[in-house]
């Protein structure tokens, strides 16, 4: 064999070394994962954030090329997994669908939904539908891949296969399973969403910032997945990049809130406030009224919190026990019972739940009813619960 053919054969036109393998492999596959966090998922799914024509077309182009995914389908089955979270319906929940199946077999249950037709046209509405996307992208996924593959042997020799093998594995481990799966799974929640999403890491810079999952299930149209002054979304850094040269418009971050001193009585403020943060109430509740509540019974029992309510036990108190095991929500909702003063805390909890999620249009029906229930625990005698009701009544949305 020719020397000439054996060294095409073995580094490509580039004849790159180990190292710069390395990085060419880096920086494709970040570039893949902004494509899906930027565009698919910010963008086309939530209508977070607009790229400007050429950034947009590009990251669907990069999607196609490296993924054989179709926007539309990607769309569908995400909002589907938001509007239909933790039920049967959940195209890849670990609580129906098996943590080991949604972790390994991710990209399987991606491909299932993906023969839900009729979903895909309920939840795709919006998604491109120009000349590209019907001739060439959606009729030919796995052109993408293939010219892919193609190209990188002729860049990088031998070695280009392996480099593309990687490639094709990188967003079924790390979004399909990885996110996905143990997104819902294990990590920290700064919010008591309604459902058990969870976020990973605080610094979201490996897989563009969908590490912080939990923050997203809280305010899923928001553009930015930072939520704390410590947490970090490489995702949003780069939207703001392109923001600041005109690539980008964001058009939705999630709201703040200002704690507004010495507000005796409810008023619209607090309720706009409450509705739009509704997970920070109900962790703020979890937080400053039931953990102090518990501990305090667990110093009058004259034992160690762990021995008063197992972790298990305690952990469903922030949600009434839904994801419990049916024979342990019945041992949690028992020892309620016997615990006039946890129980009292568990009601106020439930009224407040309940006016957060109604979805009623009188906003003044509501706003006494908020009212009501301020005047309600601060009458309970329970100083968590009165500090919290005081604490409530400031909430409003900060001014950007």
Not at 98 to 120: C, H, M, P, S, T
Not at 138 to 145: I, S
Request: hydrophobic share 45%; net charge positive; charged share 20%.
């Amino acid at each position: 064999m020719p020397e000439s053919v054996s060294t095409f054969l073995s580094a490509g036109l580039l004849g790159l070394g180990w190292w710069g393998m390395l990085a060419v492999l880096l920086v494709l596959t970040q570039l893949t994962i902004f494509s899906v966090t930027l565009y698919l998922h910010r963008s086309q799914a939530h209508r977070g954030v607009d790229f400007h024509p050429a950034i947009s077309h590009f990251f669907r182009f990069w999607t196609w090329l490296t993924t054989s995914m179709i926007t539309r389908e990607w769309v569908a089955i995400h909002r589907k997994h938001h509007a239909k979270v933790e039920t049967e319906d959940d195209p890849h929940s670990p609580r129906f669908k098996g943590i080991g199946n949604v972790f390994w077999r991710g990209v399987e249950l991606y491909r299932e939904a993906r023969w839900q037709r009729a979903d895909i046209e309920q939840y795709g509405k919006g998604a491109p539908d120009d000349w590209l996307e019907r001739k060439v992208y959606t009729p030919h996924p796995l052109a993408g891949p293939t010219l892919l593959l193609v190209v990188h042997f002729a860049l990088f020799g031998c070695m280009g296969i392996a480099l593309w093998a990687v490639q094709m594995a990188w967003i079924p481990f790390w979004a399909a399973g990885v996110v996905n799966g143990l997104g819902h799974w294990w990590g920290y929640r700064n919010f008591e969403s309604a459902d058990t999403s969870t976020n990973l890491t605080p610094w979201g810079v490996w897989i563009g910032g969908e590490e912080l999952h939990n923050n997203h299930h809280a305010f899923p149209s928001s553009a930015r997945f930072s939520m704390r002054r410590w947490e970090v979304d490489i995702g949003w850094v780069l939207i703001r990049a392109l923001e600041n040269v005109g690539l980008a418009r964001v058009l939705r971050v999630a709201p703040t809130v200002d704690i507004r001193p010495n507000i005796a009585v409810p008023d619209g403020d607090t309720l706009k406030a409450l509705v739009a943060h509704r997970f920070l109430a109900m962790t703020d509740y979890q937080r400053n009224v039931l953990t102090p509540a518990m501990k305090e019974e667990a110093r009058l029992a004259g034992e160690k919190l762990r021995k008063l309510l197992p972790r298990g036990l305690r952990k469903g108190l922030a949600d009434d026990g839904r994801w419990l095991q049916p024979e342990s929500r019945e041992q949690l909702r028992q020892w309620i019972s016997q615990r006039p003063r946890i129980l009292a805390l568990i009601e106020h909890r439930a009224r407040l739940s309940t006016l957060l999620e109604a979805r009623t249009q009188d906003a003044s029906e509501r706003l006494q009813q908020l009212q009501a229930w301020c005047q309600s625990a601060e009458s309970s005698g329970i100083r968590a619960l009165q500090d919290y009701a005081a604490r409530l009544k400031g909430y409003a949305l900060a001014a950007h």
